[in-house]
């Protein structure tokens, strides 16, 4: 029974001190643009969705997952500026990163965002992207080039994402 006790713990201490370090993780931008890797997935609707057919629009890749504290607390903040922004050639799509999603589906219910979420179930694109944490947000041009990479989320960080989508929708 203490060994239980102690175990799970543990577990919550280590799960806590990842979400802190996702949650604090300092934000990082590419020397210069560079091409955003192209990639195909499949949504939550059934649709397959391609990140080259985008060109012409600004476009946030919001890397989750369901076990990220701050994922589940920057994702209905993501929806509110995806329906202000998207009449002004701008695009939210959510990239989850777990092998299985039935917990991702269960939290896209329970949070009822409409933008569109694909499922990276092989991590693929993850690797492509270079993940460092939970969450990331890839903010990529008009012209397929990837301007900002922002690391974890703080409350306050969606001032800063509609800085940058202001910014590219202008260029």
Known sequence: MLF???KKSVLGLAASMLLSVCAYAAPTAPAAPTPA????LKSATGENIRLAEMR???VML???ASWCGPCRQEMPLLDGIAKKYSKM???LLG???EQESTDAKKMLKELGVSFPILFDTDNKLSVMYKLEGMPT???IDKKGK??????GYRPGDENKYRDQIQELIRE
């Not at 890797?37 to 195909?40: R, S």
């Open 37 to 40: 890797p192209d990639f195909t």
């Open 62 to 64: 919001n890397f989750w």
């Open 137 to 139: 947000s890839v903010m």
């Open 4 to 6: 239980v006790s102690v």
């Open 56 to 58: 012409g629009k600004v």
């Open 95 to 97: 990239v989850n990163v």
């Open 89 to 91: 050639g701008f695009v």
């Open 146 to 151: 990837i301007r900002y990479i922002d690391n």
